[in-house]
């Protein structure tokens, strides 16, 4: 089977491009709920950015549940280090309260910029309330979070609509438009697992013959997406699945090692793809045991460094920058392998 690799993002920026290891021609229609209509205010990845050095910037991430996730921490941290930017880099484990507060003591530090990645979609307007009336602009990364437009400076981050829209259209000219789908879904209530579910739903409701037969959480990581799929495959709906759709590359390497361990083989008698492209993926698709997985780029430190470095300066900023994301099978997956980043 041919795969068409095609970009999502109208105003992608070339340093997320160029790092995410992609490269595939921009496709003739903007991606993403808001967006913009300018450039995407960057020249990531290129040069040290003049106003970067001592700029205090306090990051709140969601944790540590993915190799997504560890990338993404790995970029922001490495980009400031590379440009001199304080960062002050907090570890929600993927508790809403974890990463209030740490927005809380970044107010109270006097940071200069606060960044972060939104657990979970709702409940941000009172924290983000309090930044603004200290002044302290807010880059919200990767993740929406569902506030009015005046709590946050921009948004830099993944069309997840989109992306659940890639993984349905591949599978629809995979299966021809019949399969039993098991699903195995993101973290509840954050804006991936809302909107991949979404996206791929809106793409499997062109074929009749595509049901889901099943859905439930696996919180984007290995273990839970193993334990998930090891508990489906024991009851009577799981003997029906021929499809593992996952929100994460973790999940469907967990719910993989579930489907070997009853000696099918995951890749041919159950169809498995996802989100995410990272490596670990790549090296299931080689192996034959992962069918396909849409890029998610974790690659925004250079981005979200810009961005504060222009925040400081005054600037005002898009609202919205799309990153441009791929899709891959196997039949790419060992001629990409040695050019994924992450
Ligand atoms: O928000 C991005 C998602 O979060 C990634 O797809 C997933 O792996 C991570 O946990």
Redesign the pocket.
Known sequence: MKIDRFAVSLFATCGILLSSGCGGPAADKPAGDKPTDTPAPTTAGTTANAGAKGLKLGFAQ?GA??G??TANTESIKSECEKQGVDLKFSDAQQKQENQIKAIRSFIAQGVDVIAF?PVVETGWAPVLQEAKRAHIPVIVS??RADVPDDLYATFIGSDFIKEGEMAGEWLVKKTGGTANIAELT?TPGSA?ANDRAKGFRTAIGKAAGLKIVFSQTGE?TRTKGKEVMEALLKSPVGNTVNVVFAH?D?MALGAIQAIEATGKKPGKDIVVLS??GIKDGFKAMVDGKLNCSVE?NPLLGPNIIDAAVQLKAGKTLPKRTVVQDGIFDQSVAAKELPNRKY
Do not use: A, K
């Open positions: 969601v549940e993915s997504w996730r990645s990767d993740r993101g991936p984007f994460n973790d989100i995410d998610c």
